[in-house]
């Protein structure tokens, strides 16, 4: 018996693929959702996981018509992992406005939008179903040239909680994990771009590592499994204590 469907935003990434892994290994059946165009995230799936309880669905979160399209097509849907993130650093006082939009776009409207389709989609079901978002650890700690970026996360830590508490009376649960820096995706390619981000980046964890993704991914499916059957609402760091700051 499988534990159900998960669709995974932004499942392509980094992290979006080690979620998805660890979410296969705990027995669901997988959408990878991505903006890749249908034959081609589709070749990737079946390169990654050829066994056949992944499937690829082309998705740009924002996109309300595919969205909803995606979520209808998918039987017994009980947990939206909403992973899809953009990040541009940018310094604020050259910061410019479209850039400023396309994360909010992305990273807060899109999520956000496609968590209000699948709960609707989850409403009827006697299952145990949950909300799972991707949010940062800077969005309760400033870093540099990150003014947009970590206020769209500081937005989607507060959604969380704030869809977390309207759906509770329908039982379908609303969490969000927080990873520090992730030595992979988005922070990787900040690393190339910024000489001075791994310096920056490796002094700023107490625990003296930076996460993998498979960090991340553990505590996702944790959160969207019935082990975490009375959580919601919570955000959970995996951030090796970055948000504690340094002595
Ligand atoms: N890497 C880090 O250090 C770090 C730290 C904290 C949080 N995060 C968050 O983790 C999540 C995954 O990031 P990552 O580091 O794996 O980066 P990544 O760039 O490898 O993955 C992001 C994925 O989102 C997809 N995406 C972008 N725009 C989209 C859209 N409009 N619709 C659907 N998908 C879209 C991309 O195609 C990509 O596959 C993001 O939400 C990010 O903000 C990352």
């Known amino acids: ?94 910061m410019d406005d479209e850039t400023l939009r396309r994360q909010f776009d992305v990273n807060v409207s899109g999520n956000v939008c496609l968590a209000r389709v699948a709960a609707e989609s989850m409403r009827s079901s006697s299952a145990d179903c949950s909300i799972a978002f991707t949010v940062s650890w ?26 977390a508490l309207e759906l509770a009376s329908i039982g379908i649960r609303v969490n969000a994990v927080a990873p520090g820096i992730v030595n992979a995706g988005m922070a990787r390619t900040e690393a190339e771009r910024n000489p001075g981000h791994k310096q920056r980046a490796g002094a700023a964890v107490p625990l003296g590592r930076l996460q993998d993704p498979q960090d991340v991914a553990e505590v996702v499916a944790f959160l969207v499994s019935k082990r975490a059957r009375n959580i919601t609402g919570s955000v959970i760091l995996v951030d090796g204590g970055c948000s504690l700051g340094s002595f």
């Open 138 to 163: 800077v969005g309760d700690r400033p870093w540099p040239e990150l003014v947009a970026y970590a206020a769209t996360k500081a937005a989607l830590h507060m959604a969380t909680r704030s869809i």
């Open 1 to 94: 018996m499988t534990a159900g469907s998960a669709l995974v935003t932004g499942a392509l990434g980094d992290t979006g693929k080690a979620i998805c892994q660890q979410l296969l290994t705990d027995g669901w059946e997988v959408v990878v959702s991505d903006i890749l165009p249908e034959e081609e995230g589709a070749g990737f799936v079946q390169q990654l996981w050829p066994t056949g309880a992944a499937t690829y669905r082309h998705l740009n979160v924002q996109d309300a018509e595919s969205c909803l399209a995606v979520v209808n097509s998918i039987p017994d849907l009980r947990a939206y992992v909403g992973n899809a993130g953009i990040g541009r650093p940018q310094p604020f006082a050259s």
